[in-house]
């Protein structure tokens, strides 16, 4: 059974600082990672989709790294800013078997404060 | 091209009763995943529907129970509602089933509220 782990729970920052959030996975035979922003109450915004042969995914200020091998990821996200303050979440898509093809395990997400 | 939408964006029911949520595909999207997220958690997988079949199923009781219309759209039901399945549900959508390559495209949620 997958599990997904998000270090760290909580994080908080004052703006400007780079910073990194971490996420693992138990089973590395994963389809693809994906990395989620979600504001309070709302639903889930994708910011990065890294298939699993690729090594990383950049979008602007974001920049996602995978090794499958070691079951990690990392969400790298340079100059914070206040506006950046959200939950973040990781998500894997198994290999197994079956018919849950869509099928993705999430973690219990990491909540970044940026502060001014 | 009109994204993930859902209905209704809140909802305050009591237990023992019967609800019904509705989501709307992204255009072009033939699949829909529904996912259960309590307050404080990562979303949890409920069921997929591919075609209007339903494609695979996470760990929830039969009371959890959906459908997928020829226009895509969807719908889940929960029977016999218990104060636990107070919680935001999630509807996403994707191109197809394939394993590689699909992203899944997230609506804003419905907040459920079991008194």
């Known amino acids: 059974k997958q599990e997904v782990t998000q270090i760290p729970a909580a994080l908080s920052v004052p703006e400007g600082e780079n910073l990194v959030l971490n996420c693992s996975f138990t089973d590395s035979a994963i389809y693809n990672l994906q990395w989620f922003r979600q504001d309070p109450g709302k639903g889930l915004t994708s910011l990065l989709l890294?298939?699993?042969?690729?090594r990383e995914q950049t979008s602007g200020r974001l920049n996602a790294s995978l090794d499958k091998s070691s079951g990690r990821s990392t969400l790298y996200i340079a100059a914070s800013q206040p506006g950046d303050s959200a939950t973040y979440l990781c998500?894997?898509?198994?290999?197994?078997?079956?018919?849950?093809?869509?099928?993705?395990?999430f973690g219990q997400g990491t909540i970044l404060t940026v502060h001014p | 091209e009109t994204g993930v939408t859902q209905s209704p964006t809140h909802l305050i029911k009591t237990r023992g009763q019967q609800v019904t949520l509705r989501c709307s595909s992204q255009s072009g999207h033939n699949t829909v995943s529904w996912y259960q997220q309590a307050l404080g958690q990562g979303p949890q997988f409920i069921f997929q529907y591919y075609r209007e079949e339903e494609n695979g199923r996470g760990n929830f009781p039969p009371r959890f129970s959906g459908l997928q219309f020829p226009n895509y759209s969807s719908e889940l039901n929960v029977n016999a509602l218990e104060l636990d399945d107070s919680a935001l549900y999630l509807c996403?959508?994707?191109?197809?089933?394939?394993?590689?390559?699909?992203?899944?495209?997230f609506g804003p949620g419905t907040r459920l509220t079991v008194t």
């Open positions: 890294i298939q699993s042969s690729q």
């Open positions: 998500a894997v898509k198994n290999v197994a078997g079956g018919t849950s093809y869509g099928k993705l395990t």
């Open positions: 996403a959508s994707s191109p197809g089933v394939s394993r590689v390559v699909y992203e899944q495209y």
